[in-house]
């Protein structure tokens, strides 16, 4: 019989799951002791690689103070301010301010009723089309389903958000005609930078500048869900700034504490700024018990200290070629379809004959844990604290699996 805990994603009925122990670094270990590197990054997030003291300090400090406290008017606390300031600080939106959630899910379905509330506030209450592209994943809440292009994960949840719409994924001129279209009813556009869950898939060239374009254009807002690109996937500190497209709201979450509280959050840029501050007897009427939770921002603030320390963006780009270039090498010799992604997140489509599970398992059983997408894809998203050693080990189990 299956166990008390209903995991997320996978089927009721399995009865048999690993379980994770403890971790160090990029590796991991389960309840049998098989040692494994994390390639995944857990799910996409641990940036700063498992099991660090520090961050359990810095963690704990704050508990011994005080966990959290509701930061609902009248109430703040400083970790949360300082953090803001601190994520303000590495955009490309200076006059921004941050808005703060439990999860990527709730900030995605936070940007989307901001964006329809600025544009009510602005005298544009018609204006509540959300557009978004297939394949893109945007966490599970309903909003978030509901600008889904996955739509496996729509079904049996009966009626979702209306005034939500997808357009083919990188199709820039079915987004022009749609927004020529509906001019007068847009909100906003959401879009992540690089298609991450789906499988790892960078923008064409020119893409997310031309979204640019066209939002303003048509006074429609930009929303980028960098939830899985935010604190330095690609390189930089966000997406806009690797692709040099600056979006009017920023989704984030997972790397911004490398998983080790529950933090996301939405960095608020300054049209929509400005639609919520016109008015100084407006009230906000939105928000979550842990907006501003003061010990996850803690870990928040501790895990962009080391990543600046240790200079881990640079460190993630030179680890992400290293993938790259041994994954490639694979692909070259047969042993996989291609590859794709950016930065240090990848993705290995394979071949007709091959199948994702199997791989995955195959892989888990060697000692490399992988994500399957799918019949037809595994991704990679290693800590940006991945060794040399250990990237040469995950292509070269891979290079195993597939021969």
């Avoid at 690609?234 to 920023?250: I, M, Q, S």
Wanted: net charge negative.
């Amino acid at each position: 019989m299956p166990g008390a805990f209903l995991h997320p994603f996978a089927k009721p009925t399995r009865e048999r799951f690993p379980s994770i122990t403890h971790g160090r670094g990029a590796l991991v270990w389960d309840h049998t002791g098989h040692e494994m590197i994390d390639a995944m990054a857990s799910l996409w997030y641990c940036q700063i690689g498992h099991g660090r003291g520090d961050m359990a300090d810095a963690v704990a400090a704050q508990i011994r103070q005080i966990a959290s406290y509701s930061c609902f008017d009248p109430f703040t606390n400083a970790p949360a301010d300082a953090l803001a300031e601190k994520i303000v600080s590495l955009t490309s939106m200076p006059e921004a301010r941050v808005f703060f959630t439990g999860s990527g899910s709730e900030a995605i379905d936070s940007a989307m009723k901001l964006a329809r509330l600025a544009q009510a506030l602005d005298g544009n209450p018609e204006r509540r089309l959300i557009i978004s592209r297939e394949r893109g994943y945007h966490g599970t809440n309903y909003g978030g389903t509901s600008a889904q292009g996955l739509p496996l994960n729509k079904v049996g949840y009966g009626t979702l958000l209306d005034e939500v719409v997808q357009v083919p994924a990188d199709d820039i001129e079915a987004l022009s005609r749609l927004m020529a279209e509906r001019s007068g009813e847009i909100a906003a556009v959401l879009t992540e930078p690089l298609q991450g869950a789906a499988g790892v898939f960078p923008p064409p060239d020119g893409y997310l500048a031309d979204a640019r374009r066209l939002c303003d254009q048509h006074g429609a807002l930009l929303i980028f869900d960098e939830v899985i690109t935010g604190f330095g996937r690609l390189g930089t500190w966000f997406a806009a700034e690797h692709y040099g497209v600056t979006p009017d709201l920023t989704t984030f979450a997972k790397g911004v504490t490398s998983g080790y509280q529950p933090l996301g959050g939405v960095i608020v840029g300054q049209q929509v700024r400005d639609a919520l501050e016109a008015d100084p007897d407006f009230i906000l009427r939105h928000g979550y018990t842990y907006s501003g939770h003061a010990a996850a921002c803690a870990a928040a603030l501790k895990n962009i200290e080391i990543i600046e320390q240790q200079k881990l963006l640079r460190a993630g780009q030179g680890m992400g070629y290293r993938l790259q270039r041994g994954l490639r090498a694979i692909a070259e010799d047969g042993g996989v379809d291609h590859v794709r992604g950016e930065g240090a997140v990848f993705a290995v489509g394979l071949r007709s004959d091959q199948d994702a599970m199997q791989i995955r398992d195959a892989m888990i059983e060697a000692g490399v844990i992988t994500r399957a997408i799918g019949t037809d894809t595994i991704t990679y998203c290693p800590p940006l604290v991945t060794t040399d050693e250990q990237v040469d080990r995950i292509v070269d189990v891979l290079a195993t699996v597939v021969s």
